[in-house]
């Protein structure tokens, strides 16, 4: 029986995602999370094999989700579920240690088979992730400028992007504002811009401004 964990902040795609895993007699809802640190305080006292984690969750980042998953239960599997395309977050949460990332297009079945694959042990990503993962092993391999970052200047992009200050940026990331004009500078530099304009501009044409999320049908 796999026990999976359910974390994303909209109780409709929670609905959806409980009735589709109690349509399948291997496997069980082993508890719900609306945010990073609800999950990870309620994982303290429920066993779970496998989490569902939805990349746009508020407070703390998905990023720092994950490693926290990754450092305080290794044991437990981390399936990606997100509206964001693969070629935007898919190899930077592969990295932090997530097992697969779905996008919520996924048919209901293609779901359920990742989550098995996972918790079995294997990954899953689709064949189009397949061969950028295969691409980077390529040292002509350049990638998109935002792939260039770390994973606090990346955060840090994505929430100058939205338009708020370095104050409202440190307050949203709990970081001091001088910190977060720190990863800003780097940012800047390493991806050839001038400045805050040129970041909402390069969020906004990349998709990576955090939108609400569409509740998936998973038909």
Known sequence: MIRLFIADDHPVVRAGLRHLVEQDPDMIVAGEAASGCNLLDILTRTIADVVLLDVSMPGMSFIETLKHLRDEHPSVKILVLSVHPEDQFAVRAL??????????DHSATELL?????????????S??????????????????PHERLSDREFEVLRSLGTGL?????????HLSPKTVSTYRARLLEKMGLSGTA??????????????????????
């Open 198 to 219: 040129d970041i909402v501009r390069y969020v906004a044409s990349h998709g990576l401004i955090q939108q609400p999320e569409m509740a998936a049908s998973f038909a």
């Open 95 to 104: 990295r932090a240690g997530a097992s697969g990332y779905v996008t919520k």
């Open 165 to 173: 200050s370095v104050k409202e940026a440190a307050d949203e990331l």
């Open 113 to 125: 088979d990742a989550v098995r694959r996972v918790f079995r042990g294997g990954r899953y990503v």
């Open 127 to 144: 064949d189009t992730l397949a061969e950028r993962l295969a691409s980077f092993v390529d040292p002509r391999f350049e990638g998109m």
